[in-house]
């Protein structure tokens, strides 16, 4: 596989260190709000890249940390007068939400800031003993950036210019307490009510770069494969990350590093006095979650990805597309007969032949799509004519394809589908009241159960581990429902076949408890 290395601005082969393990750092959220759509991208096109790695039967330790301190935080926590811990111990909860809802693996080692203290400080002891970061009269501790030659290699950016060039910098010149305009604090001494932690400088906290250098350096070793991100961050975050990490180890940092484009919304940049800033959530409660991981993959990840409403339909669309196929090739492949067809064996090893060449290009998601949808319409032409053999292999690479880009049989309910599957239990009890009314006239009945077993058999195709956190409340009340559900079906239809009234009497009984029993867990 090739990848766009930031550091060599060119695309070179992705060779672990080790063979088939890929060490992987992901800088991950500060959680003081809900995420919003540009940060969903760097977290689903770095699953992917997970997932294909996984696919290709590497190891992957995956770390990728929540910022628990932070001056956003601290704001946050003083406008709701609550404390720090617990706005980031709500807004992580969120984030998880979103990331299961996302379909993104929970990462391999999720670590968080304040519980790395202790790693923090030894790296700024490090630092300071050898001369590479400096005290200031206040107490902040300060990175030297004149002592790091390498400073600039990942950025590119040269320092004189910097200094020069940007003003936040000159800015922070003001406080008079660097050295140089371009040092950045490592750790940053107490002011009066803020959180802090004693340090041999006095009572304080940790910059918010330092952090990454000391959660990689604990749960990855000193040099890692891979670090990733937005493309926001090359500066100056991951400069001073690699400055400050290469200083205290004495060797490379990151091998590689790849960093995801921008999202516009309706091409222009998000911002919120624009009232273009979607969170994650509020397009999930609309959408799914799914057509959002669909849309981060629609593009190659460092282009720029516009985000409009129209966008988001049309992949819920073509998700719907990839779903149909997969449900009509199961339904093809439950009846007793079949063709002699081998020629979608063939194609189906042909779009995964595509799928691969296009990922290990770059990680080329549109190409990977595109083989899939390939394969979809091979599925869709020949399954009719095709052999047992051929249909299963097609299913199978059809979900190997689809489980790597993350979307295969996922299905995150929204507010109003979980309201409409509650619906099915209403019409079903409103139903079989109909059916009893009109004695033997079933006809109205079987309509009704006939939608709803379209919708259960899409229900059951649920992947339940991408279930996980995801509106918790109403997960196993559903499971619970979709059981029963199916049971009570079942029953039903034999009832049917057979007019046996009496239980079709029963069921009514039964469904209608299961109904109030069902509206009495849910919360307010
Ligand atoms: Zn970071």
């Keep these: 596989m090739q990848i766009f290395n930031t550091l060599t601005r060119q695309k070179e082969d992705f060779v672990p260190q ?17 995420i919003h759509i540009g940060n969903a991208r760097p977290l689903i096109v770095f699953d992917t890249l997970r997932r294909y790695l996984e696919y290709r039967g590497n190891k992957v330790i995956y770390v990728s940390n929540i910022t628990d301190i932070d001056d956003k935080l601290i704001t946050r926590a003083n406008e709701e007068g609550t404390t720090m811990k617990a706005v980031a111990e709500r807004f992580e909860a969120e984030y998880k939400k979103d990331a299961a809802g996302l379909n993104c693996l929970p990462p391999t080692v999720q670590p968080r800031a304040t519980e790395h203290i202790g790693q923090i400080l030894g790296i700024v002891a490090d630092l300071i003993a050898s001369g590479h970061a400096y005290v200031a009269r206040n107490g902040d501790v300060y990175f030297r950036v004149r002592s790091d030659p390498e400073y600039g290699k990942l950025s590119h950016l040269n320092l004189d210019d910097l200094e020069s060039g940007n003003r936040a910098l000159r800015s922070q010149m003001d406080d008079d307490l660097k050295e140089d305009p371009a040092d950045f604090a490592v750790w940053k001494a107490a002011k009066p009510g803020e959180p802090a932690w004693d340090s041999p400088y006095g009572p304080g906290r940790p910059g918010w770069h330092i952090e990454c250098s000391a959660m990689s350096r604990t749960h990855l070793g000193k040099t890692i494969d891979l ?8 500066f100056p975050h991951h400069e001073n990350e690699i400055a400050q990490s290469e200083c205290a180890n004495g060797c490379t940092f990151a091998r590689y590093w790849m960093h995801n484009g921008f999202i516009n919304v309706d091409n222009q940049k998000m911002s919120k006095s624009l009232h273009n800033f979607f969170t994650v959530r509020d397009v999930a409660q609309a959408y799914g979650y799914e057509p959002i991981r669909y849309f981060m993959l629609t593009a190659g990840y460092r282009m720029p990805l516009n985000y409009t409403v129209e966008l988001i339909e049309s992949c819920k669309n073509s998700l719907e597309r990839l779903y149909t196929c997969r449900e009509n090739l199961d339904f093809v492949l439950g009846q007793g007969s079949f063709g002699a067809g081998e020629e979608l064996k063939e194609k189906a090893a042909a779009a995964r032949t595509k799928f691969c060449t296009a990922m290990d290009d770059d990680l080329n998601t549109p190409d990977a799509l595109a083989a899939l949808f390939d394969l979809v319409k091979e599925i869709n032409t020949l399954s009719a004519s095709a052999s047992k053999e051929a249909l299963e292999a097609a299913a199978a690479v059809f979900d190997e394809l689809a489980g790597v880009l993350g979307f295969a049989r996922i299905t995150t309910l929204t507010p109003a589908e979980h309201d409409r599957m509650i619906g099915y239990v209403s019409q079903l009890c409103h139903a079989i009241a109909v059916s009893l009314m ?15 077993f379209r919708d259960l058999t899409r229900i059951a195709r649920i992947n339940e581990t991408m279930w996980s956190e995801l509106f918790l409340w109403n997960r ?3 499971i619970a429902e979709i059981d029963q559900f199916d049971e009570a079906l079942g029953q039903l239809r034999q ?5 046996d009234r009496a239980g079709l009497e029963e069921m009514f ?6 109904r109030a029993a069902f509206d009495k867990k849910q919360p307010d």
Excluded: F, K, M
């Design 509 to 514: 009984r039964l469904s209608t408890r299961r």
């Design 476 to 478: 196993e009340n559903l």
């Design 438 to 452: 009109c004695a033997n006239d079933n006809s109205a009945l079987c309509e009704y159960t006939g939608d709803s």
């Design 495 to 499: 009832a049917l076949a057979s007019g």
């Design 227 to 234: 670090h990733c991100g937005g493309q926001d961050l090359i």
């Design 18 to 34: 080790e063979p088939g393990v890929y060490r992987i750092y992901v800088c991950g959220p500060t959680v003081y709000n809900y």
